[in-house]
Each structure stands twice: as structure tokens, then as C-alpha cells.
Nanobody, 129 residues
């Protein structure tokens, strides 16, 4: 088990920034493929960003490229999602997830929810226009 706890969500104006944190316990997050997903009201949960076990290789959904950045602090056993130039359509509950790093290089694997075994409880991000 890898309990994950997200924080950092809140209300921000369009164009603003937020940094989400995902703290792991029990095992080092460097052992896992780490991902961020989000679910807007009335919509299905969707992939946002992923970080390879190496802590350097990243992958993003097209709508957040150039605006969001995923990173990891091994000393804090924390994964971050830095979100800039936020838009109203970024409003959602954001979830952190950890999975087996088996299919890096395959977008279908990285973006699939079933590739991740452990999930946090989510943190709400609301962007006002």
C-alpha cells in the first residue's frame, strides 16, 4: 500500500497559479510511475500529467502542455503539480496516483487509469473567470 495525500487546491482567478502536492508514505514514490488526473463536474476522470520513475521524464495531456509541470522531491517523498495560467476549464478535483512503471513511452499506458494502483482522495481546484 502507498497512501497518498493531496493538498494545495483552492480558488484562484483565471490566469493565476497553484501548486498541488501529493505526499506518499510507507514507500518511496521514486519506485512508481506517478500521475495526476482530474475530474470536472459531470465529466469522466481524465489524465493530466505523469512522471517517470527516473524523476525526469514527463508526459502531459495536450491541454496543459506549457502551463503545468510535474516534479518530485525525493527528500520529502512528494510529487508536485505546478499549474500556471489557469483557466476556468481547469476546474476539477485533482487526484494523485501511483502505478507500476511498465509502459513508459506508451501514451495509452501512461494515460490509462488502470495503470495506477494507488490513489489519493483528491483536492478541489476552482478557477474563476
Amino acid at each position: 500500500q502507498v497512501p497518498l495525500v493531496e493538498s494545495g487546491g483552492g480558488l484562484v482567478q483565471s490566469g493565476g497559479s497553484l501548486r498541488l502536492s501529493c505526499v506518499g508514505s510507507g514507500r518511496s514514490l521514486s519506485l512508481y510511475l506517478m500521475g495526476w488526473f482530474r475530474q470536472a463536474p459531470g465529466k469522466q476522470r481524465e489524465f493530466v500529467a505523469a512522471l517517470n520513475r527516473n524523476g525526469k521524464s514527463t508526459y502531459y495531456t495536450d491541454s496543459v502542455k506549457g502551463r503545468f509541470a510535474i516534479s518530485r522531491d525525493d527528500a520529502e517523498n512528494t510529487v508536485y503539480l505546478e499549474m500556471n495560467f489557469l483557466r476556468a476549464e481547469d476546474t476539477a478535483v485533482y487526484y494523485c496516483a501511483a502505478g507500476r512503471n511498465l509502459g513508459w513511452g506508451n501514451p495509452n499506458y501512461i494515460g490509462r487509469q488502470s495503470s495506477y494502483d494507488y490513489w489519493g482522495q483528491g483536492t478541489q481546484v476552482t478557477v474563476s473567470s
